[in-house]
């Protein structure tokens, strides 16, 4: 495996996930810094600890951290403001190294390792609103692609998250599951 730079992990729970396969699949890429993202439901949080991107949209970024106490994680009228609480906690508790939390029209929140792992946003791209927001499956999968794309062409990480968001700004004005193109 001397060619592979970077693992893609997408846990929908079915079960091919195990904390064995995680286990052994952490260590490998470890021993070859190469770097694990993952989008992974709430309750599988566990086994991923330490790896290289989380990447859960608000629901299961909530999910997540149903036993955390933050006044930041009520809500407050702010979905912005949740965001940022609800990314800086999953890197507290998970230590990931780079967090980014999909959070629908309002954008995404991420960590910033330019910045000292500061929180950073994103507010959505693209048109909004319902006469153009046809469908939002395949969003969160779009942004862990384009997640990737830019992780190895060789953007910044900040710059990784816009394009996610662009892209994922694209698929959600299609009915159905609809490819980002590059033009």
């Known amino acids: 495996p001397q060619n592979i730079k970077l693992v893609v992990i997408a846990d929908y729970g079915k079960g091919a996930m195990t904390q064995e396969v995680v286990t052994e699949l952490r260590t490998l890429c470890h021993a070859r810094s190469i770097p694990i993202f993952v989008d992974c439901r709430p309750d599988a949080i ?3 600890q330490g790896v290289t991107l989380l990447k859960p949209n608000m629901r299961e970024a909530l999910g997540m951290l149903e036993h955390s106490v933050h ?7 702010n979905p912005g ?3 940022e609480v609800a990314c800086s906690e999953i890197r507290n508790d998970t230590k990931a190294q780079l967090v980014v939390v999909t959070n629908g029209p309002y954008g995404c929140c991420y960590t910033d390792p330019d910045d ?4 950073h946003g994103f507010d ?6 319902k006469d153009v927001v046809k469908d939002i499956c395949g969003a969160g999968d779009t942004t862990m692609a384009a997640l990737a794309v830019g992780y190895m062409e060789g953007m910044g990480f900040s710059q990784s998250v816009l394009f996610a968001m662009h892209c994922a700004g694209l698929v959600v004005q299609f009915h159905g599951v609809h490819p980002a193109v590059r033009d």
Not at 116 to 119: D, K, S
């Open 46 to 48: 566990a086994m991923y």
């Open 71 to 77: 006044p930041g994680l009520g809500w407050t009228g």
């Open 81 to 83: 403001q949740m965001c």
């Open 116 to 119: 000292e792992g500061r929180v």
């Open 124 to 129: 959505a791209i693209g048109p909004s609103g």
